[in-house]
């Protein structure tokens, strides 16, 4: 007996240790995953609506109301880049921090929450995809909101369940996430309305009561009232009007969920999600309030996607893939969750991480060495800039998006007129630039000779947002 009773507390210190250890050892991987990601903010790289949305917080509280009420996202984000840039000045890295904050804020979330709720096998999984992936590493460094609502997304997804296991103040959770996400982007908004519609489920079979139920959408709608108009003059505006000419099909649907250069690890590990869904649900045959809230995540992201298809295919695009960002939240948690659920579980989360691991990291790296290569050749470029263009200066692009945005934010005392045509150069008392986005043909140097002008080569396979050749035009 003596021996028996000293062996359970050894063997049980033990088991404590060596679980201590694995946690410990999941919250240097997401620090060091986050260290990474962290290391690519120092730069000042920004494509067309990234410029966007830092030429829009620089206006101030007022415009950044008015333009989002007519654009096709709502203000929350805008308005934290807004409270970043007046605290830490203009910097590139500040417009960074904006996407970085969600992205740390998951990883702690995965290696507290999640890893105790799930465990350790759920956790690695969603660290790696959270950190790796390809659609991951774009946004979360990206100075757009899709960060933002990943994490209200995820958040709310994951007060669901909080609520099914009846936990206290779940609900209230909830309702701020949701409507975090709804104040992000309008397909968050779709997504976590799926959300309330599985809890209206819930409540028919008395899994969540009536009283609960109607609370939680009556402070959603209290907390929402004052965007919903503007939401539903924007719904008019983009479906009449919109920049979006195409819709993206069913395989690059399929493929964005694990988006990876390698088209069969994405669609593998998508078919591998729903096959372990399928598995775990066969094995939980009462359908707990964990199998119940993975298929209301699936629910979610299909009724997402097919809102999104539908209404493009109805009216006009309306639907790109990095609008569906925040719901690729939920197909990670549903396959970290389904497998962490398994026996087989340890084994084929470590296949899962290995394999993942294998295609994107290599990618990431490549992604890393890309960025800080282009971010010299762009400090290059204003400095040719710089030297060149004075204020009072005219600038000519046949880009669309350095007329739109980007020159706005590295040239903003030079104005600048989106043309193509070379035969109508307006009368300037300035110096005129062309920044072209392709060089000059024959035909164009023709058409400028006629004109009675010369395009003096500035600069060759300049970057800023864009790549553009750099032309001064003097007369002949």
């Known amino acids: 007996m003596d021996n028996k009773e000293t062996l359970i507390p050894q063997t049980k210190n033990k088991n404590d240790i060596k679980a201590l250890f694995i946690h410990v050892t999941a919250a240097v991987y997401a620090f060091l995953i986050f260290a990474f990601n962290f290391s690519r ?6 494509w067309g609506d990234e410029a966007y949305s830092i030429n829009l917080i620089r206006k101030g509280l007022i415009p950044i109301l008015t333009e989002t009420a ?11 880049l807004m409270a970043l840039y007046r605290v830490f000045g203009a910097r590139g890295w500040v417009y960074h921090f904006a996407a970085i904050i969600p992205f740390a804020a998951v990883l702690i979330f995965a290696v507290t929450f999640f890893y105790k709720r799930f465990g350790k096998e ?17 946004y979360n460094v990206e100075v757009r909101m899709y960060s933002l609502a990943f994490m209200f997304v995820l958040f709310s997804y994951y007060s669901i369940y909080r609520i099914l296991e009846d936990e206290k103040n779940a609900w209230i959770f909830f309702v701020i996430f949701s409507l975090g996400a709804a104040y992000t982007h309008y397909y968050a908004l779709l997504t976590v309305g799926f959300f309330y519609l599985a809890l209206l489920i819930f409540t028919i079979r008395k899994k969540i009561e009536l009283k609960r139920f109607l609370l939680i959408c009556g402070c959603t709608i209290a907390g929402y009232l004052p965007w919903a108009v503007k939401f539903l003059s924007t719904f008019g505006r983009t479906t009449g009007s919109y920049w979006m000419t195409e819709v993206p099909g069913i395989k690059d649907i399929i493929k964005y969920f694990f988006l990876a250069e390698n088209k069969w690890y994405s669609y593998g590990m998508l078919a591998l999600t729903f096959i372990m869904l399928g598995f775990f649900i066969y094995k939980d045959r009462f359908l707990t309030e964990k199998s119940t809230w993975l298929i209301c995540g699936v629910a979610a992201t299909l009724g997402t996607v097919i809102m999104g298809v539908a209404v493009s295919y109805a009216f006009r695009p309306v639907f790109t ?5 925040p719901a690729v939240s939920l197909v990670w948690v549903i396959l970290a969750v389904s497998i962490s659920g398994l026996k087989p579980g340890k ?5 899962v991480v290995c394999l993942s691991l294998f295609f994107y990291v290599p990618v990431f790296m490549q992604t890393c060495s890309y960025e800080r290569a282009i971010d010299e050749i762009r400090s290059d470029t204003e400095a040719v800039i710089n030297v060149n263009v004075e204020s009072g200066d005219l600038i000519i692009t046949n880009g669309e998006h350095l007329d739109w945005t980007i020159l706005d934010y590295y040239v903003p005392r030079a104005s600048h007129m989106y043309s193509e045509n070379l035969n109508a150069i ?4 300035g110096t005129t630039y062309l920044f072209w986005t392709d060089p000059l043909t ?3 140097k023709a058409v400028l000779k006629l004109g009675g002008k010369e395009a003096v080569p500035v600069m060759e396979n300049g970057l800023i947002g864009n790549w553009v050749r750099i032309y001064r035009l003097d007369p002949l």
Do not use: C, K, Q
């Open 41 to 46: 903010i120092f730069d000042n790289i920004f």
């Open 70 to 80: 007519s654009d096709v996202h709502p203000p929350l984000y805008y308005l934290l």
């Open 122 to 138: 759920a956790a690695f999984i969603l660290i790696t995809l959270v950190g790796f992936s390809d659609n991951a590493a774009i």
């Open 321 to 325: 893939l990095r609008f569906i960002y």
């Open 347 to 351: 084994i084929l989360a470590s296949m």
């Open 426 to 429: 307006p009368a300037h008392t």
């Open 442 to 444: 024959d035909e164009e």
